[in-house]
Structure formats: C-alpha cells, structure tokens
C-alpha cells in the first residue's frame, strides 16, 4: 500500500504558497511526518517551516540521532525545509535538529507531530493518520449534528480535566477508552448535552493543565495513542454527548523542545519585546501577523474537526490576544497605527 499525503509536485507546491499566503488550512497534510514513496521506495518525507534557520535535519531513533546523517533540503524560499527518510517505524522518537544563524543547534519537537513521547521525555513519534484506519461508529450522531440548529437547542456543558477527574486507586491515569466509558456515564445521568476537555493537546507540564501547548496538533500520550482519542469522541458521540475542546492560540511556553525560537529567531512569536511575551505567564506570544503562524492556527483548530470529530472549541485567553496592554505596565507596551491598545493582527485573526 502506497501512501501519499499529497498527489504530485504541483499539488505541494500549491500547498506551500497558500501556507506562506496564510490561506493553507490543512498544513498538517505535508507539514511533519508523512508517508510518502519516491522511487519505489518506502519512507517517511519530514517537513518544517523554519525560515532563520541555517540547517535543518531529522534526528531519531532510525538513524542514531546523528545530526549529519539526513540534513533536510529548502524547497521554499521562504523556508520550508524536507527530507526523505527510508527505515522509518511506526512510534519512532525524532525531532528536528536545527542550527540557527547563530551556529546554535537545538532539538525541536515536530510543531506537527501527531503524537509525542509522555512527559518528561519531549520527543515527536512517527504515527501516521493517515495510516490507521480508523472506523468511526458515529455515522447516526454526525447526520444528526449536521441537521440540528444548535442556536435552539439546550447545551448544558460540563467542564473537566481528564488528569484530575478520576485516576486508579494507586494513582495511575485512565487512558482515553476507561476515561470516555466513565465520564459518558457520569454526563448522561447528570443530563449534560456536552463535555468541555480542558486542553488535552501535548504539554510538558502538569500543573498548567494543559493550557501551555507544545503539540498542537497531538493529543497527549499521558493517556494513550491519538486513535485512544478518536475512540474517546466515538464513545461520546453513541451516547449522544458532544465534544467541546480547550484550545490555546493566544501563547506557548518557553520550554527548548518547542515553538520558542524554534528557528534560532522569532519563527512563530513576535520579535518585538513588547508584544512577543507575557511575562507573568512566562509565555511567548503567537505573531498573528505572519501568515504561516495564521496558517499553522488554523490548522490547529481544522485538524481537531477533522481528524477527531469534535464538536466545538472553546478559545483560550482572547483578552490577552486582542489587547496589546494586557498584563503589562505603561511603557511594556506601544500602541496600535491608530493609538488603540487593541492588537489589530489578533483581531482580523479572530475574524
């Protein structure tokens, strides 16, 4: 069986100048770790947006981790690096190696990796969608969702984090099955319509449950394998419960494996000091104004419709995005063209 994420040259190329344009939500289907064969040859094309780069590779457990063994090509100008790697397995760890102007390398996790190792460990791992083959059971719920006028029907949600609802008596979590089959029951008896999932996107922290994201398209391994979560909405759905998500695009954390400085410079948040960070968070803040970050957002949100049926998000922190005196003292911050303390670029990316 040949996989291939897109159908020829002429179809990434399109792909790649609607991204830069800001006009690509669907990134994630050649963005990171496809299937692809080239040649009669079977592997996996990687590829990242990583434009103040030097060099980019891939590092992972096919090749011993050797930064010089697969150095990655720039097929865009705007920077869009890929290589070609053969003896690539299913759930092998890797990250992009990447050398800032600066001669710095660093280890990043896959901005579009579909699933990552469990915290502590911050690796990406190969696990193709594309591959799985997932059977829905949720036909009968989606025909309905589709007819239904949400605006006059009753919507009474329940919030909960998946970490701290409920855990074995010797503390280990339930995985995404255990936890779908409890929760649904708990929401119909309590006559719930839907369930709100604090963000369970990848994050290396438990304490910030869930809310500083390094894996935005990637439900987190903390309690199992990204089909898990399709089961979880599946289960969800046959009982009739639908699935609203948490979802952070307001900010990041700064951890070295993530978006931050991804690129050796300000690839995904502002280079401006007085926008680029909230400092009582310790966070960098999303640079709305490139279209690739828009592109990437976007993305975020489609996947999570796409690739996992869910019903709704819920957007985190939309004060902080659309104010640019959020959290910050007179002289942190500089004003809009027109004197306003309104973030122009956050509010046309909210539209």
Known sequence: DDFVSLKNQNDLQTAMNLFHEGQYYHSYNFLGAHPETH?????????????????????????????????????SEKGIY?????????????????????????????????????RPNNASKYFPLEKQNYQWNDDEYMEKRK????????????????????????????????????????????????????????????????????????????????????????????????????????????????????????????SDPKKGEHKEWGTKVFDYGKNEVRSFLISSAVNWFDNYHIDGLRVDAVASMLYLDYGRNNGEWSPNIYGGNENLEAVAFLK
Not at 174 to 181: T, W
Not at 184 to 206: G, L, Q, R
């Open 39 to 75: 040649n009669r040859k079977h592997g996996v094309t990687f590829r990242t947006f990583a434009p103040n780069a030097k060099r980019v590779s891939v590092v992972g457990d096919f090749n011993d981790w050797d930064e010089t063994a697969d150095i990655c090509e720039r097929v």
């Open 147 to 270: 007819k239904a006028n949400i605006y006059d029907s009753p919507v009474n949600i329940y919030e909960v984090h998946l970490g701290s609802w409920k855990k074995y008596s010797d503390g280990n979590l339930f995985d995404y099955v255990k936890m779908a089959e409890e929760l649904s029951a708990y929401i119909k008896y309590m006559n719930y319509t839907h369930v709100e999932i604090m963000p369970v996107m990848e994050h290396p922290f438990d304490g910030s449950w869930g809310y500083q994201v390094t894996g935005y398209f990637a439900p987190t391994s903390r309690y199992g394998i990204p089909t898990d979560f399709m089961k979880f909405v599946d289960i969800m759905h046959k009982n009739g419960i639908g699935v609203i998500l948490d979802w952070v695009p307001a900010h990041f954390p700064r951890d070295e494996h993530g978006l931050s400085d991804f690129d050796g410079g300000s690839c995904y948040e502002y």
């Open 82 to 118: 890929q290589c070609f790697i053969t003896g690539v397995e299913e759930f092998d760890a890797y990250k992009f190696a990447i050398t800032g102007q600066d001669g710095k390398t660093v280890l990043k996790s896959d901005p579009y990796s579909t699933h990552n190792e469990t």
